[in-house]
Every structure is written in structure tokens, then in C-alpha cells.
């Protein structure tokens, strides 16, 4: 028992002596889990969709107003992650707004049922870092597992409406990054 504790306090110094040679660790980028219909793609009366192109397939994208700020502003403040059923066919939304592509979070193979909170649980339950998941709607087993979380939080969108400037400050403040800079 005694080694342990000397253990711990030669670590301890260690950490204090960082700290005062000036030796500082970054804390990890939050991360930002993006869905895509419902958050960014919400079609709407009166607005002509724009058409993305990947390899022989065409996407149909109706973004929504803050989009485009959003996404690169996102890219500035935030590790993303795709996490929608568009998978890494997403990305044609990053090119669209002259971002580089990001990976998507997928279900591993023989998953079923909450591929989407599966797939979080296996990558970031371990994580320390924020964590902030846009999502037009998750499961109840979703809902309670970030709920008991501290270091996660879940941001509602309506689905006809999809993402407002309520919601990126909610992810802002969470994260502790700078506002997008949107008026009120």
C-alpha cells in the first residue's frame, strides 16, 4: 500500500512539474454527431432542391437556412462525425459546402434495431470528451444512455423544420466553443 501511494505522489509531482515547466495538454476537440435528415436536409413548399452528385447516384439536398455556416463552422470547432442513415454518402453534403469529408459512424455487421446508438455507444463510451449528437429523433434507450452521461448531449430538431440557430448555441454552449455568430 505504501508504493501505491508513493506511486501516486511521484505522479502527482510529475503533473505538478508540468504544469509549472509550462507543459500544457490540449483538452480533445468535442465532437459533433450529425444526422442529415431532419437537422440540415428538411424539404420545404416553394424551395427547388439542390441536386449532389456521388459517383453514379444524385442526392436530392434541401438545405436548410443556416446550413452552410453552420457545417463550416462546425468543421472549425468540432471533430464531426456523420451519423445518418446517408452514411459516408454524406460527405457530397461536406463538398457542397467546401469541406473536406469526415467519416460516417456505421452499425457493425449483424447489428439491428438502434444501429445509431450502437454505434456510438461502441466509439465514444469511453470518451471524456463533450460530445453533442443533432438527431430529428432518437430511442428512448438513446435518450436514457445520455442521459447518464454528463459529457454528452443530445440536441432535438423538428424534422419539417430541422436545425435553428437555438440549436447550434445549445451545442456551442455544451461544447464551450464560440458562438456561430448568428443574430437573435
Known sequence: ?????VFLGAALDR????GILGIVTK???PVLLL????????????????????????????PVEPALPFLRWAWTHFAVHWLTSWRNAANVIAGWA???KI???DADAGVSGDWKLEAVKRRFARRRCSVVWIE???????????????????????PFKGLTTEHIRAAAEFAHVPEMGLGR
Open 27 to 29: 483538452p480533445p476537440r
Open 136 to 158: 430529428d429523433g432518437i430511442s428512448p434507450a438513446a435518450l436514457a444512455w445520455i442521459g447518464a452521461r454528463p459529457n454528452f448531449r443530445y440536441v432535438e430538431t423538428d
Open 15 to 18: 503533473s505538478r512539474a508540468y
Open 103 to 105: 467519416t460516417a459512424l
Open 1 to 5: 500500500m505504501c508504493q501505491n501511494n
Open 35 to 62: 444526422d442529415v435528415d431532419g437537422v440540415l436536409n428538411v424539404p420545404r413548399t416553394g424551395c427547388e432542391a439542390v441536386r449532389l452528385a456521388d459517383g453514379p447516384y444524385a442526392w436530392s439536398f434541401n
Open 98 to 100: 467546401g469541406l473536406p
